[in-house]
């Protein structure tokens, strides 16, 4: 069987009879492969994620293990169920991720990775709930933040178990500002000197897991 491309597997549809022991020069036996033109491709090779048939046993990419991968519109981690691209490869394409669990593709303040945001009328952290809080004894623990709207400082008033670590973000769920502060007499307080008039999220969290998320109108 005439091996074009030199793989070492020849083209059963090219073939030479002859009585002589000797291989012809530029054949080869067994005659099982399916495209003499590419020497990558022959039953010897190994299946690759390419759309082709690489090892010549009539099947496209088998063994293969396909992943799903979920459109990240908003940029924030998390993709849509509803939006998905099945590969083969092990690249995540760009403009996806894994999981596929956001429930507003179109907001980076809603996703499974936020805190409910009690009043607003969202499901802010995707669990099929609206204005749901799932842990009223935490939320307990906050006493009051005021002055709301602020000017310069918010005090919180809070039952002191460690720091606090605080985000501050704009309402599109921009970060704006992070940092960690400490209790003087059961209250924090944390700056707004610099922020522009406009609403903000201000999202607590204390070292042992409990967490608030805050609606500050600046003036």
Known sequence: YADADGDSYGDAAATLTTCTDTVPAGYVVPGTDCDDTNAAINPGAAELCDGIDNNCNGLTDD????????????????GDAAATLTTCTDTVPTGYVVPGTDCDDTNAAINPGQMEVPGDGLDNDCDGETDNISSAAEFGKL????????????????????DIAYEIQDMSGRLLRAGKT??????????????????????????????????????
């Open 143 to 162: 006493v009051r933040a005021y002055p709301n709207p602020v000017h310069d400082w918010l005090t919180i008033e809070i039952v002191p178990t460690g």
């Open 63 to 78: 063994g293969i293990i396909y992943k799903t991968y979920y459109a990240d519109a908003d940029g924030d981690s998390y």
């Open 182 to 219: 400490g209790f003087t007499d059961g209250r924090l307080q944390i700056s707004f000197e610099s922020a522009l008039p406009g609403v903000y999220l201000l999202r607590l969290r204390e070292e042992r897991g409990a967490a608030w998320m805050i609606r500050v109108v600046k003036m």
